[in-house]
């Protein structure tokens, strides 16, 4: 039987832990450091599950000796303390206008041509490899860390096993925080450098630790997977994550269209799925007047309208949805996707974008109560109006009567309430 890791034993014995607290602080001795106790039984209890992970004594005392838990971070569930939830993310809160902000894009398209040319042999190698252009890679770069200029401001290590030991994901955590040790331990990274989101995601591209064990890649060959300082690694990575999800070399992201006059805003889900051909000959029209080719016309590809039958319309094919893989946002996918397209094309999107507002969260969440009651919305009560809850609007509409636009409008609120 392996023993319990003696810095942990020793912080355990010497704390005095108050009856029915669950979470208590403790002090080791006279001058020094207050320690969690509770924090502490938890690290103990991880380490048979460490150590079958292939995680050294060595590494476990020295990467857990000091370590607190940070009970800032959100999506906690504190014993006492009412549940955090995830903050709010710009790509669920804000409006496609001001999440796709033409001065960002131009400026990140700009630098993405720069990194073109400055990497051009390494995106050409990475795209034989693995089929994905450079700029799609590039531009997920861009999106998760300004090209590696924003800071990510915590400690990957303190963070996952913060969301093990009271997070509200523990498990899927508990396993983040083994695989961050087994990181460390490799040596791909220095602890101080080991930065990440309040959620764990590390490294120039974001990964979780988990990701970065599925698809890490040492491209540059110096015998590390280093997402953090190596660019070819972190492209690499990145590249090997959209092939593993399903990525289809020489297919489009997403095409955008202008849609007929007519069009019914509630076929705008994954499960809608029909030839771009058909689309087309439906009166779907390619905004640029581009003629497709017949393989293009024959590839299956869902109808996306981000503000309902306002502002621009897409037809979107299977790497649009693997792009989605990396962050389950339809705003990120356009990001990604148009930022890519604009390293290579000047052009923003043809039709503005409409919306100026966005309802609140928890009005978001009233409607889709609502929806749920009536039968016509079986997904998540997230406050989040993505695809399956502005489908699920547009059908309420039409059984209401009202104007369908399947956009989440405080008219439509209103409408609901009446309908109580």
């Known amino acids: 039987m392996a023993r319990r890791p003696h810095n942990l034993a020793v912080l355990a014995r010497r704390c005095l ?40 004594r060595a590494t476990f005392e020295a990467q857990t000796r000091g370590l607190a838990p940070d009970y800032k971070l959100p999506d906690l569930a504190l014993p006492g303390r009412p549940k955090t939830g995830a903050p709010a993310q710009a790509e669920f809160v804000q409006v496609p206008a001001a999440y796709l902000k033409e001065k960002t894009i131009e400026r990140l398209a700009a630098q993405g041509r720069k990194l073109m040319r400055r990497h051009r042999a390494t995106l050409s190698a990475i795209e034989r490899r693995f089929g994905v252009p450079g700029p799609v890679i590039l531009a997920i770069w861009g999106r998760e860390t300004d090209y590696g200029r ?28 083994i695989l961050a040790l087994k990181i460390l331990q490799d040596g791909d990274v220095a602890r ?7 959620a764990g995601a590390t490294g120039l591209t974001q990964f979780l630790p988990s990701e970065l064990d599925k698809h890490g890649v040492d491209f540059d060959g110096d015998g590390r997977v280093d997402i953090w300082t190596s660019i070819p690694d972190a492209l690499a990575s990145a590249a090997r994550q959209l092939v593993n999800k399903g990525w289809q070399p020489g297919l489009r992201w997403a095409y955008e269209v202008q849609a007929p006059r007519n069009v019914d805003c509630t076929q705008g889900v994954p499960e809608v799925t029909r030839p771009i051909g058909e689309w087309l000959r439906a009166g779907f029209a390619p905004v640029r007047g581009q003629r497709l080719s017949a393989a293009e016309r024959a590839q299956p590809a869902s109808l996306l309208q981000p503000e309902g ?62 929806l749920a009651r009536l039968g016509l919305y079986r997904d998540k009560i997230d406050g989040k109006a993505g695809m399956l809850t502005r489908s699920a609007l547009g059908a309420f509409q039409k059984s209401a009567r009202l104007k369908v636009d399947c956009w989440p409008s405080q008219a439509v609120l209103r409408a609901m309430n009446g309908a109580r």
């Open 192 to 198: 101080k450098d080991f930065r990440s989101s309040w």
């Open 309 to 370: 039958i306002y502002g621009p319309s897409f037809l979107t094919t299977k790497n649009y949805f693997v792009i989605k893989e990396y962050n389950f946002s339809d705003l990120y996918v356009l990001f990604v996707g148009h930022l890519a397209d604009r390293m290579t094309d000047p052009r923003p999107f043809a039709t503005p974008w409409s919306a100026s507002t966005q309802l609140r969260s928890r009005d978001v969440e009233a409607m889709q109560r609502h």
């Open 150 to 177: 924003y800071r990510l401001p915590y400690d990957t290590l303190r963070v996952v096993a913060t969301q093990a030991y009271v997070g509200r994901r523990k498990e899927q955590y508990r396993n983040e925080f």
């Open 17 to 56: 832990i108050a009856a029915g607290v669950v979470v208590a602080l403790c002090v080791a001795a006279p001058g020094a450091r207050a320690v969690d106790a509770g924090f502490a039984r938890f690290l103990e209890s991880v380490w048979p599950d460490a150590h079958k992970a292939g995680v050294t």
